[in-house]
């Protein structure tokens, strides 16, 4: 499975006074297994994007070849692709609507025809891996929860359809910091469980470089950057002109490094920053 998109361009309203150009000639690769942070400021067409990918918007010019099958070719069947490309957008607690928990998670695996017994049990393996106990919760209103559980209920409806790719809009927005660790830790155990692609965006930089094996920067609805955490985040200036920032980690290097601390400025999380503060303290010795 991989995600090939080639010139992707769209315009909203063409020919009308409210035409926008919201994407022009995107193009990456994504391959099977990747977890994958869209970045970019407010407007900058990542949500567009993100609504290509599963044929919710069809694109002006361009190709998206997905396991092999370019979506944007006439004919090819919608539905199809939505049961393996499967789209969590921002805030999709305010999509639950069911009377108890089990039965909304149930709600996309029944549509696809699946038996009962197959919908049920899909549901409780898609209630347990978003870190929720089935037995205590499978019967109670979804608007009975606190905001994070709603989160992980909602997410758990499309994991529940066992989409190859997941693609999730600012899954963490609104929660506090209590849920929204919660929020990533459920992201890595679906991938550790499911394995297939994760496609997420955030506006969180952390978040992204502990997530991610790809990072795709857009501005302008252009994807200006393509490349790894460290490869992305090691270009601060560029990424300053763009109206982004580095993660606060690596913010932190930067600074000792510009105050004469010999220590690397590509460092992305805590546990790398105490191995690199200690190697340059040892050396200073």
Same mark, same amino acid.
């Not at 690769?29 to 044929?55: A, F, W």
């Not at 992204?208 to 501005?219: E, G, H, N, T």
């Given at each position: 499975?991989?995600?090939?998109?080639?010139?992707?361009?769209?315009?909203?309203?063409?020919?009308?006074?409210?035409?926008?150009?919201?994407?022009?000639?995107?193009?990456?690769?994504?391959?099977?297994?990747?977890?994958?942070?869209?970045?970019?400021?407010?407007?900058?067409?990542?949500?567009?994007?993100?609504?290509?990918?599963?044929?919710?918007?069809?694109?002006?010019?361009?190709?998206?070849?997905?396991?092999?099958?370019?979506?944007?070719?006439?004919?090819?069947?919608?539905?199809?692709?939505?049961?393996?490309?499967?789209?969590?957008?921002?805030?999709?607690?305010?999509?639950?609507?069911?009377?108890?928990?089990?039965?909304?998670?149930?709600?996309?695996?029944?549509?696809?025809?699946?038996?009962?017994?197959?919908?049920?049990?899909?549901?409780?393996?898609?209630?347990?891996?978003?870190?929720?106990?089935?037995?205590?919760?499978?019967?109670?209103?979804?608007?009975?929860?606190?905001?994070? $559980? =709603?989160? !992980?209920? @909602?997410?758990? +409806?499309?994991?529940?359809?066992?989409?190859?790719? #997941?693609?999730?809009?600012?899954?963490?927005?609104?929660?506090?910091?209590g849920a929204h660790k919660d929020i990533l830790k459920m992201i890595r155990q679906v991938h550790e469980s499911q394995g297939g692609i994760i496609i997420f965006v955030?506006?969180?930089?952390?978040?992204?470089?502990?997530?991610?094996?790809?990072?795709?920067?857009?501005?302008?609805?252009?994807?200006?950057?393509?490349?790894?955490?460290?490869?992305?985040?090691? $270009? =601060?200036? !560029?990424? @300053?002109?763009? +109206?982004?920032?580095?993660?606060?980690?690596?913010? #932190?290097?930067?600074?000792?490094?510009?105050?004469?601390?010999?220590?690397?400025?590509?460092?992305?999380?805590?546990?790398?920053?105490?191995?690199?503060?200690?190697?340059?303290?040892?050396?200073?010795?």
């Amino acid at each position: 499975m991989s995600i090939q998109v080639r010139n992707l361009s769209h315009i909203y309203s063409p020919g009308m006074p409210e035409e926008h150009q919201a994407l022009t000639n995107v193009n990456f690769d994504v391959y099977d297994g990747e977890v994958v942070g869209i970045i970019g400021h407010t407007g900058s067409g990542k949500s567009t994007l993100l609504q290509h990918l599963n044929g919710l918007l069809k694109a002006t010019e361009g190709s998206i070849v997905i396991g092999g099958v370019d979506i944007t070719e006439p004919g090819v069947s919608m539905r199809d692709i939505r049961r393996r490309v499967g789209l969590v957008f921002q805030y999709p607690e305010y999509q639950l609507f069911e009377e108890t928990v089990a039965k909304d998670v149930a709600f996309g695996p029944k549509n696809l025809g699946l038996s009962q017994e197959e919908t049920e049990q899909r549901a409780e393996e898609a209630i347990e891996l978003v870190g929720l106990d089935y037995e205590a919760i499978k019967d109670r209103s979804p608007f009975d929860l606190s905001g994070g $559980q =709603k989160r !992980r209920v @909602a997410i758990a +409806g499309v994991i529940a359809m066992k989409p190859q790719v #997941l693609i999730l809009d600012e899954p963490t927005a609104g929660l506090d910091p209590g849920a929204h660790k919660d929020i990533l830790k459920m992201i890595r155990q679906v991938h550790e469980s499911q394995g297939g692609i994760i496609i997420f965006v955030s506006h969180n930089m952390a978040d992204v470089a502990q997530l991610s094996d790809k990072v795709i920067v857009m501005s302008e609805g252009k994807a200006v950057m393509v490349g790894t955490p460290k490869e992305v985040f090691s $270009q =601060k200036d !560029r990424l @300053a002109g763009l +109206g982004l920032g580095v993660p606060p980690v690596t913010e #932190l290097m930067y600074s000792l490094r510009e105050r004469g601390a010999d220590v690397a400025e590509t460092v992305l999380s805590l546990k790398e920053a105490e191995e690199e503060i200690y190697n340059y303290l040892q050396r200073k010795k």
